[in-house]
């Protein structure tokens, strides 16, 4: 009898603990809200301009009328930078090219190599018939 009272007492503490937290997180969210509010607030002020800047944002300049020296460095500088890239690509690219070209050049001299490794292989595994004994085993 007496696991099952101290079964249902564990079983009322935690439910009276639940309860209190509860109550507790319930109580806490005012405060948050309030927080969550003012940060939203802020926000809103980071996010949102003045009137008088934003009329000065949206004011575009004619068609016509000459370009600020900012913007012409800016456009400069972009002109720059895609010149400077097609020129690393261009390069890149000749280079891939030459190194081609160079490993092409060079074929008959690997293959001369690859012939006499292999001559050399067979000279040392020649068993002293012919052909070598590759081709010539005796199967007992």
Not at 100 to 114: C, K, L, T, W
Not at 115 to 126: D, F, G, M, N, S
């Amino acid at each position: 009898m007496t696991w099952r009272q101290a079964l249902l007492l564990s079983c009322f503490s935690a439910v009276v603990l639940l309860s209190m937290l509860r109550e507790g997180t319930g109580a806490s969210v005012g405060t948050t809200q309030a927080a969550e509010e003012e940060a939203s607030e802020d926000a809103k002020q980071k996010i949102f301009m003045q009137e008088s800047e934003a009329s000065n944002f949206l004011k575009r300049r004619g068609k016509r009328s000459p370009k600020s020296r900012d913007e012409v460095n800016a456009e400069n500088r972009q002109k720059l930078r895609a010149d400077e890239l097609r020129r690393e690509y261009y390069e890149e690219q000749r280079n891939e090219f030459e190194n081609f070209v160079e490993e092409q050049n060079d074929a008959p001299e690997q293959e001369e190599r690859s012939r006499e490794a292999v001559e050399q292989w067979r000279q040392w595994h020649y068993d002293g018939l012919y052909p070598s004994y590759l081709y010539n085993r005796h199967h007992i």
